[in-house]
T-cell receptor, first 112, second 112 residues
Framework: DTEVTQTPKHLVMGMTNKKSLKCEQH?????MYWYKQKAKKPPELMFVYSYEKLSINESVPSRFSPECPNSSLLNLHLHALQPEDSALYLC???????????FGPGTRLTVT | GQQLNQSPQSMFIQEGEDVSMNCTSSSIFNTWLWYKQEPGEGPVLLIA?????ELTSNGRLTAQFGITRKDSFLNISASIPSDVGIYFCAGRGGGSNYKLTFGKGTLLTVNP
């Protein structure tokens, strides 16, 4: 089983709202990732968690706040977003930092 | 930083034709990954390559890790309408655990 699940599938939020994106994997992977993807562009790395610790933050604005409650779950907390933050947000996981990454189906976020 | 040149940018083919796309870099990569992404979905891993010269097949798909470690190609044989999507290559360089460099994608359209 190589499934990464993400909820919700779609999210519309205002600029003053607080919302969270959720990601789950049950493959025993120790690395989990958040990516942002704009239409017809490749995914852009935002954060990496390795063994439940934040390993990489690609200079992401503080209105995005990641959290890794346990080795299977990854959250992305959103607050005071801007319309330009509208995108497909992808979660991925891998066995560790050198192996292939498996992506979830994504959350389509629209900021109004 | 590392960059990948993926070509062609787009392809329009007839059902039954074979397809070839490739990625090249001026830097050496230790891992090459090929993904397919359909509209509104996350990238799906097609093939993972870990050794220079490695040739791997997955059904009608064949990919190779270039012997110089600076390129990779993906071939699709006997294309069918469901092959439509954007194909991304991704490479992981030495000393770049967790981080993938993505190509800009090849948009494949298959005419029935």
């Amino acid at each position: 089983d190589t499934e990464v699940t993400q909820t919700p599938k779609h999210l519309v939020m205002g600029m003053t709202n607080k919302k969270s994106l959720k990601c789950e994997q049950h493959m025993g992977h120790r690395a989990m990732y958040w990516y942002k993807q704009k239409a017809k562009k490749p995914p852009e790395l935002m954060f990496v968690y390795s063994y439940e610790k934040l390993s990489i933050n690609e200079s992401v604005p503080s209105r995005f706040s990641p959290e890794c409650p346990n080795s299977s779950l990854l959250n992305l907390h959103l607050h005071a977003l801007q319309p330009e933050d509208s995108a497909l947000y992808l979660c991925a996981s891998s066995q560790d930092g050198v192996y292939e990454q498996y992506f979830g189906p994504g959350t389509r976020l629209t900021v109004t | 930083g590392q960059q990948l040149n993926q070509s062609p940018q787009s392809m329009f083919i007839q059902e039954g034709e074979d397809v070839s796309m490739n990625c090249t870099s001026s830097s050496i990569f230790n891992t090459w990954l090929w993904y397919k992404q359909e509209p509104g979905e996350g990238p799906v891993l097609l093939i993972a390559l870990y050794k220079a010269g490695e040739l791997t097949s997955n059904g009608r798909l064949t990919a190779q890790f270039g012997i110089t470690r600076k390129d990779s190609f993906l071939n699709i044989s006997a294309s069918i309408p469901s092959d439509v999507g954007i194909y991304f290559c991704a490479g992981r360089g030495g000393g770049s655990n967790y981080k993938l460099t993505f190509g800009k994608g090849t948009l494949l359209t298959v005419n029935p």
